[in-house]
């Protein structure tokens, strides 16, 4: 694991469990950046994570992956995450983030898909 989410992960103190959905789910992310600038539904993202995982459910982990993102000077990839109704990000995302989720898919593609200079969870530098 890239040590600087390993860190943070020890210094949040998030239990076993959580630091499981959180890191997976931010490796799911970073393979969907890596493959386009689409946004997936809900659905599709608590699928990917946890067959059987109700979207409802994911609202948490996407605001772990958020905020670590954000404080760690990643690229914040929650933004591929969207409602099927809507097509947009939730609240949380503006919550977590000033900028516009467009705006944040398109850097986080460039960074994962372009110019692969993102970090990436399994990083062990």
Same mark, same amino acid.
């Given at each position: 694991?890239?040590? &600087? ?9 998030f239990?076993? !469990?959580?630091?499981?959905?959180? &890191?997976?789910g931010?490796? $799911?992310?970073?393979?969907? =950046? =890596? ?9 599709v993202? =608590? ?6 995982? @109700? ?11 958020? $905020? /670590? ?5 990643? %690229?914040?990839?929650?933004? /591929?995450? &969207? ?9 949380? /995302? ?6 516009? %989720?467009?705006?944040?898919?398109? =850097? @986080?593609?460039?960074?994962?898909? &372009?110019y692969?200079? !993102? %970090? ?6």
């Open positions: 694991m890239h040590p &600087v989410l390993s860190e943070y992960v020890k210094r949040a103190g239990d076993e !469990a959580r630091s499981r959905r959180m &890191v997976n931010l490796r $799911v992310l970073q393979e969907i =950046a =890596a493959k386009g600038d689409q946004p997936i539904t809900y659905a993202f =608590a699928e990917k994570l946890q067959p059987g995982l @109700a979207p409802l459910a994911t609202g948490a982990i996407l605001e772990d992956i958020g $905020v /670590f993102c954000n404080q760690a000077g990643w %690229p914040n990839v929650t933004c /591929f995450v &969207v409602s099927a109704t809507t097509g947009e990000c939730s609240n949380g /995302f503006t919550k977590i983030s000033s900028e516009s %989720p467009m705006v944040a898919r398109d =850097a @986080a593609w460039f960074a994962y898909a &372009v692969k200079s !993102a %970090p990436h969870v399994d990083d062990e530098i």
